[in-house]
């Protein structure tokens, strides 16, 4: 309980009760003062010569205030010693309390220094002279234009149990016009940038236009960084609010004062349209909210304006509003990939190729429904369409050209390489690849390839046209024919001997005599 001082008229009170033979509990309950003191008043008017078997007479201004300079002491500047006490340590006081201290440790720490005085004291001499705890004096913001602006804000509403048997918070997303007061009321499950994004488009299809500009709360959906003056905007709800053409001015952080509009509204919102009802499910709540704001809230006499909010709204406000959307937005996501080593990038579980050296590098990443964006230092590089989590969207054209047919698995590619390096090159490279899973003999179409690069074309060439004329497909047979110069004689002892059958000795030492 806060300090209060006590009045003459109710010492006097006290007094006259205690002469009519009532105890000290009674005359503190009638009295509307503590016990404590009732006793003491009592005892120094006892001390001063009252006597309880007498009349109300004794309590003359006299008596009375002898019994006050008694009880409150002597007091030259109007001030206990307790209260000069404090006043000594003024300066350390407020420097503590400008550290963010809070008034407890101060008087903890006075204590350590000596100075012992009650918590109360303290408070009071804190409150009274260093403002401690004052609320700061704030100055009505004129409204805006009609149709100018709306705040929003998000609160929780209740509890509501969901389709799974699971009781689950309710918040509610609030929409308050400033200049009429309409309001409305988007009962949601979630804050994420679906949730909210959602809430606005039914907030502009309720109120059948968009508002100029949107005063929202700190909400991690809208703002990424919360500044005074520079705030950062998250990137999608950046693109959604130029796709409706409004503006986006949130409020400072733990600064309600900022949106005032929306935040009395949150309370109401609770009390009188979610409290005591029952719902059905989601849907329920936001299709009762919709009517609740249109013939509860909508048509009720408001405390400042002492009008209706719907029909200032539908007067003023709804002819001044931007035309409805009359298209779905696709909702992207932004992210920062890191590119890796096979150049590409993972978005959404789904692998992409970026172009150019970047392998190592963050890009920024734009995905929605069709298609997958690709920036460096805002400079778009690459557009891709989107594939299903798992799969793998390349470009051929993104990979070095040595090693785009092998990773794409372009036997074409290869084909027409090997044949480039003479005829008989690509028609071996063919027999090669002349496999049920061709792509798993490309590596040995590769090393013929780089027995061109070391031994030159032409050396490869007549190798190959030998080792088809003898029926040797072999990528191994022909390094082998260039490293040691062989013949046409002595390609037959370099092929790879056949493979021997299961059983060396002849089927007939197995066959079964019969009895004749």
């Known amino acids: 309980m806060s300090y209060r001082e006590v009045s003459v008229i109710e010492i006097r009170e006290m007094l006259r009760l205690w002469l009519e033979g009532r105890g000290l509990r009674e005359v503190a309950r009638l009295s509307?003062?503590?016990?404590?003191?009732?006793?003491?008043?009592?005892?120094?008017?006892?001390?001063?010569?009252?006597?309880?078997?007498?009349?109300?007479?004794?309590?003359?201004?006299?008596?009375?205030?002898?019994?006050?300079?008694?009880?409150?002491?002597?007091?030259?500047?109007?001030?206990?010693?307790?209260?000069?006490?404090?006043?000594?340590?003024?300066?350390?006081?407020?420097?503590?309390l400008d550290q963010g201290l809070t008034l407890t440790k101060v008087h903890i720490l006075l204590g350590r220094r000596g100075v012992v005085v009650s918590y109360r004291t303290l408070h009071?001499?804190?409150?009274?002279?260093?403002?401690?705890?004052?609320?700061?004096?704030?100055?009505?913001?004129?409204?805006?234009?009609?149709?100018?602006?709306?705040?929003?804000?998000?609160?929780?509403?209740?509890?509501?149990?969901?389709?799974?048997?699971?009781?689950?918070?309710?918040?509610?997303?609030?929409?308050?016009?400033?200049?009429?007061?309409?309001?409305?009321?988007y009962p949601t499950y979630r804050e994420t940038l679906n949730d909210v994004i959602a809430g606005f488009e039914a907030a502009w299809v309720y109120?059948?236009?968009?508002?100029?500009?949107?005063?929202?709360?700190?909400?991690?959906?809208?703002?990424?960084?919360?500044?005074?003056?520079?705030?950062?905007?998250?990137?999608?709800?950046?693109?959604?609010?130029?796709?409706?053409?409004?503006?986006?001015?949130?409020?400072?952080?733990?600064?309600?004062?900022?949106?005032?509009?929306?935040e009395r509204c949150v309370?109401?919102?609770?009390?009188?349209f979610f409290a005591g009802e029952q719902f059905r499910d989601l849907d329920d709540c936001r299709e009762r909210a919709q009517r609740w704001c249109?013939?509860?809230?909508?048509?009720?006499?408001?405390?400042?304006?002492?009008?209706?909010?719907?029909?200032?709204?539908?007067?003023?406000?709804?002819?001044?509003?931007?035309?409805?959307?009359?298209?779905?937005?696709?909702?992207?996501?932004?992210?920062?990939?890191?590119v890796a080593p096979d150049r590409h990038v993972q978005i959404a579980k789904a692998l992409y190729s970026v172009p150019g050296e970047l392998v190592g590098q963050r890009l920024t990443a734009r995905l929605d429904a069709r298609t997958v964006?690709?920036?460096?230092?805002?400079?778009?590089?690459?557009?891709h369409p989107r594939v299903p989590a798992g799969r793998r969207q390349t470009d051929p054209a993104d990979l070095p050209s040595e090693l785009t047919a092998y990773a794409m698995r372009d036997l074409n590619t290869l084909q027409r390489k090997a044949e480039a390096h003479g005829n008989h090159v690509?028609?071996?490279?063919?027999?090669?690849?002349?496999?049920?899973?061709?792509?798993?003999?490309?590596?040995?179409?590769?090393?013929?390839?780089?027995?061109?690069?070391?031994?030159?074309?032409?050396?490869?060439?007549?190798?190959?046209?030998?080792a088809l004329e003898a029926e040797v497909i072999d990528v191994s047979v022909i390094d082998r024919m260039l490293t040691r110069g062989t013949t046409g004689q002595q390609l037959a002892l370099l092929a790879p001997p056949p493979v021997p059958s299961r059983f060396v000795r002849a089927t007939t030492d197995f066959a079964v005599r019969r009895p004749s």
Not at 156 to 181: C, N
């Open 267 to 272: 309370p109401y919102a609770r009390s009188n």
């Open 294 to 338: 249109r013939e509860v809230a909508g048509m009720r006499i408001h405390g400042t304006t002492r009008l209706r909010p719907a029909e200032v709204f539908a007067a003023d406000e709804a002819p001044k509003l931007k035309p409805l959307p009359d298209t779905v937005f696709d909702i992207p996501a932004w992210t920062h990939p890191k």
């Open 373 to 383: 964006k690709l920036y460096r230092r805002g400079e778009l590089i690459k557009v």
């Open 207 to 262: 109120f059948d236009g968009v508002f100029a500009v949107v005063i929202p709360d700190n909400m991690k959906a809208i703002v990424d960084q919360a500044h005074a003056t520079d705030p950062r905007l998250n990137d999608s709800f950046r693109e959604y609010a130029e796709a409706r053409g409004f503006v986006v001015d949130p409020a400072r952080v733990r600064s309600p004062q900022d949106k005032p509009r929306v």
């Open 32 to 96: 509307g003062t503590d016990r404590k003191t009732v006793r003491r008043y009592v005892e120094w008017a006892q001390s001063c010569g009252v006597d309880r078997d007498g009349d109300i007479g004794q309590l003359t201004d006299e008596l009375l205030t002898a019994v006050i300079a008694g009880v409150r002491g002597k007091r030259p500047g109007g001030r206990s010693d307790a209260w000069e006490t404090v006043a000594g340590q003024r300066e350390q006081i407020k420097a503590w």
């Open 124 to 185: 009071r001499y804190a409150t009274t002279e260093l403002g401690f705890g004052k609320r700061r004096t704030t100055v009505r913001v004129a409204d805006c234009e009609p149709g100018a602006e709306v705040q929003v804000d998000f609160g929780r509403l209740g509890l509501l149990t969901d389709v799974e048997g699971r009781r689950r918070v309710v918040k509610g997303l609030i929409f308050t016009a400033v200049y009429s007061r309409h309001l409305f009321v």
């Open 426 to 466: 690509g028609v071996y490279a063919a027999a090669v690849l002349e496999h049920p899973l061709p792509w798993t003999r490309m590596r040995q179409v590769y090393r013929l390839l780089g027995l061109v690069r070391r031994h030159g074309p032409d050396a490869v060439d007549d190798a190959c046209r030998r």
